[in-house]
């Protein structure tokens, strides 16, 4: 992982490293996702109903879990979101998601529906998602070209490539 990325960034991704792991060690496709709320800046409390705290926490945590589930459609990102609960729109806004893989069409827009407005990304070498979609609807994008996440994923759809073209709703070649 790059030295460049902050503390912040680096608790958002390990959370998603671990959880792509999880799903692979489960059978599953192994992406993982965390979205981390960054705080509520200069104040040091928070109202009552905001509930989750000052200081920048992860507020969702999941791992893609189609085979597992047998759902179509709970990638990491949706399963990050779903674990994030129901938040209010500035929790979103004052957010990033981080991803072990660049995101599909969904999950691209579920993140421009909440307007989560920064994701970091594991890697786009295996699959390239929707980057300039986001990037054209003003999203921050940072990729960190991570080699576990490269490892990890591309093992998958060597092993597994029926269930990588599914996966990504394509047919397998």
Known sequence: MSSLINDVDRLGFESAIAHAQQSYDEGGVPIG???VWHGSGSSAS????EGIGACPRVIGQGHNLRIQKGSAILHAEISALDDA?????????NATIYTTLSPCSMCTGAI???????IVIGENVNFKGEMELLRS???EIVVLDDE?????????????PEEWYEDIGE???
Do not use: W
């Open 171 to 173: 047919k397998h070649p």
């Open 85 to 93: 609960g129901r938040q209010k729109p500035d929790i979103y806004r």
């Open 148 to 160: 576990r996440c490269k490892e990890l994923m591309g093992k998958f759809i060597r092993e597994k």
């Open 112 to 118: 421009l529906l909440y307007k989560i407005p920064r």
């Open 137 to 139: 609807r003003g999203v």
């Open 33 to 35: 996702a965390a979205l």
């Open 46 to 49: 928070t109202t009552s109903d």
